[in-house]
């Protein structure tokens, strides 16, 4: 059961991979004039980051003994990468190579600068708790990715859409 | 973005955008190549644009970077 299911996740990976590959290195038409990242795209990723995030987290906690093994990590984060990979393919066709405008570029700066500063405090809670939860050997790195990834995409989005 | 102690950077942008034709935020901000979020916070103050954006609005509204923008109490 362990094995088919790692199989399937893996192979499933692979394919979206190579998905995201192809997305990235397909050229597109330069968007002179235009924001080559759209508010659209923009919210859309930090609401899928979010999501990702948040999904991984449950996921990690919900089932520590499989996440590693059948790679339910890597397929939490999968949709961003999708994205992300959209996102090289717009910036490929930026005339000027800057893809994101000046309060996108400094939301973005800001939300890491202050997920930085939270991270260290709530990896310092977690470690301090680390007896305690599931939380061992590799499944460190996740727990660190999974957190990281939601407060930064939710601040980003909260920065960005604040009236 | 930059801030100066003690100096705020105000501009006329509302103003500007209702005396070319009741311009809407949509419009200026695909005019000048940024998103709507950004036009609506550089109004409001909360935003200092670049110097590149700046002269990109003045052109724009084919004035004086001056014209739009001025620093507060002065």
């Known amino acids: 059961m362990a094995s088919r299911v790692e199989v399937i996740v893996k192979l499933l990976l692979v394919a979206l991979l190579v998905v995201a590959g192809v997305v990235a290195m397909v050229p597109r038409r330069r968007t002179a ?11 859309a990723t930090c609401a899928v980051g979010a ?16 996440v590693i093994a059948w790679h339910l990590w890597e397929l939490a984060a999968m949709p961003l990468v999708l994205l992300y990979a959209y996102w090289i393919a717009m910036m490929r066709a930026a005339p000027t190579g800057q893809a994101l405008d000046d309060k996108q570029d400094f939301d973005m700066t800001r939300a890491a600068a202050t997920t930085w500063g939270l991270s260290v405090p709530a990896m310092c809670v977690t470690f301090a708790l680390s007896d305690k939860s599931a939380l061992n050997g590799g499944l460190w790195f996740p727990y660190f990715l ?5 407060i930064d995409s939710g601040l980003t989005l909260y920065y960005f859409k604040r009236r | 973005m930059q801030y100066i102690p003690g100096m705020v950077l105000g501009n006329q942008l509302k103003r500007c955008r209702f005396d070319r034709d009741d311009m809407s935020q949509e419009e200026l901000a695909r005019a000048v190549g940024v998103t709507r979020q950004t036009i609506i916070a550089i109004e409001k103050a909360r935003f200092v644009p670049s110097t590149l954006l700046a002269l ?10 001056e014209d739009i923008f001025f620093i507060q109490g002065e």
Do not use: S
């Not at chain 1, 004039?33 to 919210?43: D, Q, S």
């Not at chain 2, 990109?56 to 970077?65: G, M, P, Q, S, W």
């Open chain 1, 51 to 66: 999501i990702c995030g948040a999904t991984g987290l449950v996921v990690l906690f919900a089932w520590p003994q499989h």
């Open chain 2, 56 to 65: 990109r609005l003045a052109r724009f509204f084919e004035c004086r970077v």
């Open chain 1, 146 to 150: 999974f957190v990281t990834l939601l």
């Open chain 1, 33 to 43: 004039g235009r924001p080559v990242i759209g508010e659209k795209l923009f919210v």
